[in-house]
């Protein structure tokens, strides 16, 4: 179909648009003289219905296989002339425009220069009319099918609408449980709804809804393909409990040998759990988890005469030979929603967190006014690390009951120190909550915060500042140097910036506002899907305004914390987006892969990769090929993944690869026909 | 020279990305801005296509300057494109100079679709650059039939 | 100085394993000073090795030069190890080239030669021409002593040093399997006063003098040849589709061929300055080798051939790369 080139040219008046300024016989004219021009016309608009005509009858009467139209930008018709083409029996991909309006007759007055510049533009098209190439134009086919990986509000949300929608979603989330941090919470800000209640009818139907396949304690090991067809390998790891005889009794964790002398992850270690447990009472799915590491059984090979909790266990669900199970299946679209972690306040040492038992962070926090957690909501001083052993007889001390708390904001944020220059956008606000709540609770308590700025900027943000700071909280100005124990004090030493005093602040708990950050395990996610990341080591989306929930790569989508500090409503926002950015492709079923794709020339290839580190789009591999018998690596673009930039193109030294519609043998002799005067 | 510069029109080869500087030089157009009609224009699909041996090709053929543009930073619609060709346009405008190459003919700058004031800017200052300069009389070709 | 037995017994080592395929190291040249290429495949042949500071070539060149013969039908490709000497400068030409993958590490041998530094042979036949018989060139403090018909001439360093030697940051290799001697520290450092010397010329006289060069260049690609970096199957610049420039030679063409071959080089030229001995006109390449590797560390703390790990420099970027230039 490439055979010997017979171009039609076609120049367009515009009405007086370009030919008011441009001679456009004259430009006929000259391409009637230009290589392979077999037919050169004007009109006055080309992409009319008659105009069209013209190309399709030419195409039909001399047998054109290229065609350029010198009309308007090629951003606003050249999917108009494409159609053209192909209505004509051409591959749309044999067009080529001049550009004479936008960049021509509208910017230049003058007749002569603009219909001389019009002639270099018309001539650079031709030259390159005649080096084009037909493509292919691909679709795949869609697999009805998303992967959300992680199950805290933002993959539930997204895992809620597309299965709502009808389409099938597999949900794997690494904890024993879904919900991720919002299910540690107490209550939310601004609004002071109780997080466990509008977040646990969610977490059930999310296990319960026919369209969701939830795979809890779980990891995703591979995923290949594209859009439309990625191919996904989930770990489910083994409980040593069987799910479907486990009633959630709870009898195994009551006997277990190790019980209250875990640190429970979910209460962040204020807690205590045995190796046999379920996160928290609400957990999704109620069924017990053994955790390997800690099970004197499982890791000594004997616990006691025999396992405590086998014998409890009535339904018998507990198996110490059940094996991780490998489960495969095929998706259309990836939801990655995999969320934070808090930053370690080990990071500031001069804070003294994990050295002072009362200074906590927030999230332990959380947990201590929590109703559900370890110490059913009442705010105590903690004995870290002090095993109670309950002798018998012994009377225990009630814990004693903090008289003043103080808040330090942004620990971990705007901090270079620590190499995070962000704002995490939800430590003024839970700050503003908690003391709320230690008032709350505790109405004689001295609650006091150390801030930087108050930032107060979404719905109803301000309002509950406000409301907070009229509850009595005091506020003060400046960032402490440093905490430390005066008798059974401790001090917070800093500066008031409104006043520029500095002060010694005596206080009997400390709660550190740490910021969120990305997973430390991120690298994982990172690895299998080739995300990249933006400097704050949070996901990077597609585009930071337009693009916001898209990755680089098509059919990959982000939701939640994993792609930046924000709170519970703008995860929920940021995982509907998502989650309808991921059912477009599903609902119409195929996608259009780019055609100006690139291609690689493996004769020449010396494999030497660097297409393979410029490609933005992980869309290039390094193959093992046979060359004259022996073993070489070459390039080699996977079709679907290319997006069609060319930065390959300029970075092989070889020449080697070549992207379609933009290969060097095509500019070349435009850019002769452009230098030339 | 000076006298002859004076009614010296320099030619120009501009390769412009598709998303932003060409999007910005169409909205020149669309809002009826003026500018020098030296500039002449190679679309690419991204600035990080462009081979910075393409302005010495153009230099050898009859340019008297290339112009290389891309979207601003962090705006590439293929996200990375446009910091190679910094990179590259960087290293080769510093070569080209040293070899005795006006740092005037080889210019580069970031136009975003919305810019179609700036894009006459640029012309006008690549123009007048070029035209301070003079001619290319280098290395260009003389023989002109390929 | 490297002992020659030592150097032979190790060599013999190596070239006595199963998985050893080649050795590539120096031998005596036929006449005068010269050092050339011994390609040994047996132990007997071991006894022609030397090392001197006449041994000035690239040795890594052949790793990638070496013609491939298509596998006659039914045979394997001989996929044993290619063991190879190297001094300091010559070493980056192999971390360059496992950078852009050109072999694995596994697929060679390295015997490490650290360097006091070779001599520049136009200096040395200038200084002794016409010597026909095989002369010796060796090392003695900081003296190079020549021995040859019969005579022993001593010879200050500075007076025949090559000048790649006066800048080198590596005297003892980055990579290597076997050191052959002991560590040689930096002794030396780059000033590129060449490069900052240029640069302050103006533009007129910049391309006087550089017309001058490129019109003396017959365009023998030598060049290009002796590069250890320069190893593409099917050099684009020779291609007639596209073709990038034409085989004519004039100050046209002949400008782009150097200023294709510099760029195609920038951050990856490792500095061993073959291209520059071997050029039949005295072209100075390495003025424009070195004016991209200048910038190339000045701009972008970038220096090829020092780890194999990095990115190759054109296709990586950072965020804040400098953009002055830009309008
Ligand atoms: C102390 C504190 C108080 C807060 N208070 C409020 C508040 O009052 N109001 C408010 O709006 N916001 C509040 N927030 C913010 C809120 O926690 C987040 O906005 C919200 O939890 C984000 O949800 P997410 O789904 O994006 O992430 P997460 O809740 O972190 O969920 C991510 C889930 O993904 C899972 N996961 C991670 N990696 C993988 C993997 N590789 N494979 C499978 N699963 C994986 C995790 O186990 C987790 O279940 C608070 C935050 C903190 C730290
Ligand atoms: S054209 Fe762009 S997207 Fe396609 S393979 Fe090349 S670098 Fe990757
Ligand atoms: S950059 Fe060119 S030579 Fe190198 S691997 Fe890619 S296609 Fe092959």
């Known amino acids: 179909m490439n055979g010997k080139p017979k171009i039609g040219v076609y120049v367009c008046h515009c009405g007086t648009n370009i030919a008011g300024v441009v001679n456009v016989e004259e430009v006929v004219q000259f391409a009637s003289t230009l290589p392979d021009v077999v037919v050169a016309r004007n009109y006055s608009y080309m992409c009319s219905d008659p105009g069209q005509a013209l190309i399709t009858d030419d195409i039909e009467k001399f047998g054109l296989n290229r065609v350029v139209v010198a009309s308007c930008s090629p951003r606003m018709h050249e999917p108009t002339f494409r159609k053209t083409l192909l209505s004509g029996g051409l591959n749309p991909y044999f067009l080529e425009m001049a550009n004479i309006r936008e960049q021509c007759s509208w910017v230049h007055e003058d007749p002569i220069a603009a219909t001389e510049k019009a002639k270099r533009i018309v001539e650079a098209a031709v030259v390159k009319a005649r080096r084009l190439e037909a493509l292919d134009v691909k679709e795949v086919d869609v697999e009805p099918a998303c992967l959300i990986i992680g199950a805290g509000i933002a993959g539930i949300q997204a895992a809620l609408d597309i299965a709502d929608a009808g389409f099938k979603v597999y949900l794997v989330e690494k904890s024993p449980t879904v919900g991720g941090h919002m299910a540690q919470l107490d209550k939310t800000f601004p609004t002071l709804d109780c997080s466990a209640c509008i977040l646990t009818p969610k977490m059930v139907d999310v296990a319960n809804h026919p369209n969701i396949e939830l795979m809890t304690y779980s990891q995703v090991e591979e995923i290949s393909g594209y859009i439309g067809n990625f191919e996904v390998k989930v770990r489910k790891k083994s409980r040593f409990v069987d799910m479907d005889k486990c009633t959630g009794c709870g009898a195994c964790a009551e006997v277990c040998r190790m019980a209250g002398r875990i640190p429970n992850e979910f209460d962040e270690g204020i807690g205590m759990r045995g190796a046999i447990y379920l996160p928290f009472p609400q957990a999704v799915p109620a069924k017990y988890t053994i955790d390997k590491e800690n099970c004197l059984f499982l890791s000594k090979g004997k616990c006691g005469e025999s396992p405590k909790c086998k014998e409890a266990c009535q339904a018998e669900a507990i198996n110490f030979d059940l094996q991780d199970e490998i489960v495969e299946f095929k998706v259309g679209t990836i939801i990655v929603a995999t969320g934070y972690d808090v930053f370690d306040a080990r990071k500031k040492p001069e804070y003294a967190y994990g050295v002072y038992d009362n200074v906590l962070t927030a999230l332990e926090f959380e947990r201590l006014v929590n109703a559900s957690g370890p110490t059913g909501g009442k705010i105590v001083m903690l004995e870290r690390g002090k095993k109670k052993k309950k002798k018998e007889g012994e009377e225990v001390e009630p814990p004693k009951v903090p008289k003043s708390i103080t808040f330090i904001q942004c620990v971990g944020s705007r901090d270079k120190s620590v190499g995070n220059e962000y704002c995490s956008r939800v430590c003024c606000m839970y700050t503003a909550k908690l003391a709320h709540l230690a008032k709350d609770k505790i109405p004689d308590c001295e609650v006091t915060i150390f801030y930087m700025d108050v930032r107060a900027f979404g719905k109803g943000f301000e309002e509950f500042y406000d409301r907070v700071r009229r509850e009595g909280v005091r506020y003060i100005r400046g960032n402490p140097s440093e905490i430390f124990k005066r008798g059974d004090k401790l001090v917070v030493k800093a500066e008031d910036t409104l006043t520029a005093t500095p002060l010694e602040h005596e206080t009997d708990m400390v709660v550190l506002s740490v910021g969120l950050v990305p997973r430390s395990d991120n690298r994982e996610i990172i690895d299998l899907l080739k995300l990249s990341q933006s400097s704050d080591l949070f996901y990077l989306e597609a585009h930071p305004k337009l693009r916001p929930v898209d990755t680089a790569s098509d059919g990959i989508f982000l939701a939640g914390v994993c792609q930046g500090p924000k709170d519970i409503p703008d995860a929920v926002a940021q995982a509907k987006g998502a989650a309808s950015a991921a059912m477009i492709p599903m609902a119409s079923g195929k996608v259009k892969v780019e055609a100006q794709t690139s291609v690689v020339n493996e004769a020449t290839c010396r494999g030497c990769g660097f297409c393979v580190a410029v490609c933005p789009y992980t869309a290039i591999e390094l193959v093992e090929v046979n060359r004259n018998g022996w073993p070489v690596k070459v390039a080699r673009v996977n079709e679907a993944l290319c997006k069609g930039c060319g930065a390959c193109a300029a970075a092989c030294l070889s020449g080697s690869i070549q992207q379609r519609s933009f290969k060097d043998i095509q500019i070349l002799p435009q850019i002769q026909a452009l230098g030339v005067k | ?146 | 100085m490297v002992e020659i037995e030592k150097l032979r017994e190790i060599a013999r080592e190596v070239i006595s394993r199963e998985d050893v395929r080649q050795l590539i190291g120096y031998r005596q040249g036929t006449y005068g000073f010269r050092a050339r290429p011994a390609f040994v495949t047996t132990p007997e042949e071991v006894d022609q090795l030397i090392f001197s500071p006449a041994c000035v070539n690239n040795l890594a060149t052949y790793l990638t030069l070496e013609e491939k013969l298509p596998v006659p039908r039914g045979q394997e490709p001989d996929l044993r190890k290619v063991a190879v000497m190297v001094k300091g400068c010559d070493s980056r030409a192999l971390v360059q080239q496992m950078e852009e993958k050109a072999y694995e590490r596994d697929r060679i041998v390295v015997l490490g030669i650290p360097c006091t530094g070779v001599v520049d042979m136009d200096k040395v036949e200038e200084r002794f021409p016409n010597v026909l018989s095989r002369g010796e060139i060796a090392m003695e403090g900081d003296k190079f002593v020549l021995s040859f018909d019969g005579k022993r001439e001593e010879v200050p360093k500075e007076e025949l040093l090559a000048d790649k030697c006066r800048r080198c940051r590596y005297p003892t290799p980055l990579v290597y399997d076997q050191l052959l001697d002991e560590e040689v520290a930096r002794f030396a450092d780059d000033d590129y006063s060449d490069v900052l010397e240029l640069e302050k010329r103006s533009a007129e006289e910049k391309w006087a003098y550089w017309e001058e060069k490129f019109s003396r260049c017959i365009r023998c690609y030598s060049c290009r040849n002796v590069c250890p970096m320069c190893y593409c199957e099917d050099c684009v610049l020779d291609r007639l589709n596209p073709q990038w420039m034409r085989r004519s030679v004039d100050i046209s063409e002949n400008t782009a061929y150097h200023i294709a071959r510099a760029y195609h080089l920038a951050g990856r030229c490792i500095q061993c300055g073959e291209c520059q001995r071997v050029c039949p006109v005295e072209i100075p390449l390495m003025e424009l080798n070195r004016k991209f590797y200048k910038d190339v560390e000045e701009l972008y703390d970038y220096e090829p051939g020092t780890d194999a790990e990095a990115p190759p420099l054109l296709a990586t970027f950072k965020v804040d790369d400098r953009e002055d230039f830009i309008l």
């Open chain 2, 1 to 146: 020279m000076a006298e002859k510069n004076s009614d010296f029109e320099p030619n120009i080869v501009a390769f412009l990305c598709n998303w932003c500087s060409y999007a910005g030089a169409d909205l020149a157009g669309t809002s009826r801005i003026q500018y020098p009609s030296n500039v002449r224009v190679i679309r690419v699909m991204c600035s990080g296509r462009v081979n910075p041996l393409f302005v010495m090709n153009a230099l050898q053929q009859g340019a008297d300057g290339v112009l290389i543009s891309g979207c601003h930073p962090g705006d590439c619609h293929y996200m990375q494109g446009n910091y190679y060709a910094r990179r590259r346009f960087m290293l080769m405008r510093n070569f080209l100079e040293y070899l005795g190459v006006e740092p005037e003919r080889v210019r580069m700058s970031w136009v975003s679709a919305s810019e179609g004031a700036k894009w006459k800017e640029v012309i006008e200052e690549v123009v007048s650059g070029v035209k301070s300069v003079g001619p290319m009389n280098k290395f260009q070709r003389r023989q002109l039939n390929w």
